[in-house]
């Protein structure tokens, strides 16, 4: 009886992201164009009055509830697939370089919920990572900047990953439309759109992770470095172009640049058959710009166009033959914390 | 009764061609890589004793004998649709030239026998030009040498097109695989095959001219230069490699390259849905690279393999879907004469 222990708790909304050009050029220092949109990711985070990690996670999608519990010697976990252990690493990762910098805070309860599946290309661990971050500094008593979260959050990730840029912890930490320039001082540019855009993303399973992917363009690089140099710097051009086109409201030529984007990618050898057939249904029902979105073989296919009625009949086509899709706007508010008491 | 009155007659071959790689790219000055085919345009030139000028065409695949009589003052055929008086001009503008180089000999009769229909994307208006020029060289007693014919038949395509690459005549004109360098003092560079190279060309009718596709091109470039630059100039280096891996006998490199030139054409817009569809085909097969060759939006798919029996597999998959492709092997004899006497 009585009432439960007070506990100090925090919720984090993260938004989830698509590239709108770029991706894998940008691995190479050329400029890509990323938004964060109105998906989110959403982690409870709360002080246990032990030393135990707890880890939930419902992802509605692809698999029931999956949890871990690790004590300071070890994890034991109710499901063991090599995803499940992918997955829960970024979050164990971001607990550990967390509490570095902002204190140890004991044991933790952490619950995550996705509509969306990891390994999307959607930033599903950029998302995590950045929100563990945000968590812990919250309840560490740190006020911390929205980019100082994506650049701690990053570290999570090439700690795990071995690299990443820096796109997509900026994108989901940040929200809006970022024009991302890994080489320059000011790696952020914000991108202020004159319209309203609304994306078609559909998603497959991945048939290979970024890590594959990346390898994979890493290797065509290294057999065929001055032609895929000069397809970097032509996507690169590419993302300055689309972030004007954005800015000028012109979703016309945005959509002409992506697909552009899409082919050249198809030149890298990215895009599977599975991937270019859900571009096609889309280019059937008359999208403007049609392109994967994240490393290919799987995961997101995005969609423009100036008429919104095109996006909702692709976007039936899509589920008619039978896959994932949805219609998404832009986020604007990166990050949010809401406090929890119970 | 008796025999008839002894006529100069002269016959001749002129090899098709594809383009390896490059097209597009060549008209912007970047290499590409052309090569004569074992299939044959023969064209029979006799002199008249009047002035009129007979022309007769025996196109067997897509319609029927044409012919066309010319007075000094104007020209009557029995068809007249436009791809028959665009067929002729490039026949009568060779006369026309020639009879200015070589000296006026008066009335002619032409007869020309193709199996594979004009606009394909084979190189026909060069081989018909350089054709041309070549027998009326031959008839008025003049020895010209095959690169000064390919310049002269080049003049032809320039006056009826507007505009035109040194590429398709000097290929039909050479015979063998070239690389060809627009803006160089030696234009072509002949390529020594380490192997046999056998190419599974299809065929599909254009929906549209060369014309058009390279103003689609044009167009673009206009619009998204630095883009569109960056896509060339990886066209160019694709030739160069291309040409490389050729001299050392390597198909799947060769392969390799040719994929990723169809997707920068895919990029540029020039690939139709039906050109996908068979360049589809052949991939599924097995084949190593597929790609458009010409300008694009119909005309010539080709595809080649380190394995014979792919290419077969890949020509009856073709043929069971109704696509009209055949098996060719370079040609490296280029123009070639046969006196005729009767």
Redesign the interface.
């Known amino acids: 009886m009585g009432y439960p222990m007070a506990r100090r708790c925090v919720g984090i909304n993260v938004p989830l992201k698509v590239t709108i050009t770029g991706e894998h050029a940008v691995v190479y220092g050329y400029p890509a164009l990323v938004a964060a949109i109105d998906r989110k990711i959403t982690i409870k985070i709360c002080v246990r009055p032990d030393r135990e990690i707890r880890i939930t996670s419902r992802r509605a999608m692809i698999i029931g509830d999956i949890s871990l519990i690790c004590s300071e010697e070890s994890c034991r976990g109710d499901a063991s697939p090599d995803y499940v252990e992918r997955f829960f690493s970024y979050v164990l990762k971001a607990i550990e370089i967390s509490s570095k910098i902002f204190g140890d805070l004991g044991g933790l309860d952490i619950e995550i919920s996705s509509g969306i599946p990891a390994g999307s290309g959607l930033g599903t661990s950029a998302a995590i990572s950045a929100g563990v971050v945000a968590g812990y500094s919250y309840l560490a008593g740190r006020s911390v900047e929205r980019k100082d979260i994506a650049s701690i959050a990053r570290r999570v990730e090439i700690e795990v990953q071995g690299a990443a840029s820096p796109m997509d912890t900026g994108a989901v930490s940040l929200g809006g439309v970022l024009l991302v320039k890994p080489l320059e001082t000011e790696v952020f540019k914000r991108v202020e759109l004159k319209k309203a855009l609304e994306i078609l993303i559909a998603i497959t399973p991945k048939k290979r992770s970024t890590r594959e992917t990346v390898s994979m363009v890493r290797d065509l690089y290294n057999r065929?470095k001055?032609?895929v140099d000069?397809?970097m710097?032509?996507i690169g051009?590419?993302s300055e172009?689309a972030s004007k086109a954005l800015e000028e409201g012109d979703l016309k030529t945005l959509g002409?640049?992506m697909?552009?984007n899409h082919?050249?990618l198809?030149?890298l050898?990215v895009v599977d058959r599975e991937s270019e057939d859900i571009a096609e249904i889309m280019r059937t029902a008359g999208l403007e710009g049609v392109k994967i979105s994240g490393g290919g073989w799987g995961g997101a296919i995005i969609g423009i166009s100036r008429d919104r009625s095109r996006l909702e009949q692709a976007l039936n086509s899509l589920l008619e033959t039978g896959y994932t899709a949805f219609i998404s706007s832009i986020d604007f508010r990166g990050i949010e914390y809401e406090e929890i008491l119970k």
Request: no cysteine; glycine share 6%; net charge negative.
């Open positions: 065929r001055t032609i000069h397809l710097r032509a051009e590419i172009e002409e640049l697909d552009i082919n050249i198809r030149a050898g």
